[in-house]
């Protein structure tokens, strides 16, 4: 969704969903909830991370996935080294 929400016209909304199912979807659980919940109450004033910042980061944190992203300053916070700048 964080995607699609940067698409900025009909065009790019349309490759991003094309780019979006090519990936492997992991459902979020309880914990991972209460995990965002928690990272959330925890980072939002020091760090402005937002609610989608906290559930994808709680996901990548309990399958201990590795997470690339150019948005380091927001999850870098919330995953440590496993927030990756991927270039």
């Not at 969704?1 to 009909?10: D, I, V």
């Not at 919940?37 to 399958?63: E, P, T, Y």
């Amino acid at each position: 969704m964080e995607t699609l929400e940067g698409a900025a016209n009909k065009r790019d909304q349309e490759h991003a969903i094309k780019l979006l199912r090519t990936f492997i979807t992991i459902p979020q659980s309880d914990e991972d909830m209460q995990w965002a919940i928690d990272r959330m109450a925890q980072f939002k004033l020091s760090h402005n991370v937002d609610a989608f910042d906290c559930l994808i980061a709680a996901a990548a944190s309990r399958n201990r996935l590795i997470l690339y992203t150019r948005n380091i300053k927001h999850f870098q916070p919330l995953l440590g080294p496993l927030a990756v700048i991927p270039y």
